[in-house]
């Protein structure tokens, strides 16, 4: 079971991704940026991202590091949530597009390798609610 505190004054979409083709989690909290401004401020006040957390974009073909003060993995999936490619530890200052991507999966650096995660695997997002 998976519980999410909720703040009443936050409206940040949090999921739960996993890997079903290595079962594995690739983040218990990856806030959704679906709109214009959660798409503009991305991780850009973030210092780092803890383990479990991420960021989930879409629709998204690509993204970049410009402003960024940490490297992070990146996911990209289609519409059918297969992974299509991934930048491991994709440093700032970088541009990273997948013109068959509907969905971006920002990670702590290393987590993609360390969940065996690969292009061809198998997502699965599941909405938490809302969190801080």
Known sequence: MII???DPSSTS???H????TRDAV???SAVLASDSKTRRQGLLKHGRLDAGEGMLITPCEAIHTFGMKFPIDVVFAGKDRKVRKIRHSMPRGRIAFCLSADIVLELPAGTAHSTG???GDQLELRKLGTGT
């Open 4 to 6: 999410v505190i909720q």
């Open 13 to 15: 979409t949090l999921y």
């Open 17 to 20: 991704v996993e890997n079903r």
């Open 26 to 28: 690739l983040a218990t």
């Open 117 to 119: 995660t690969c292009p």
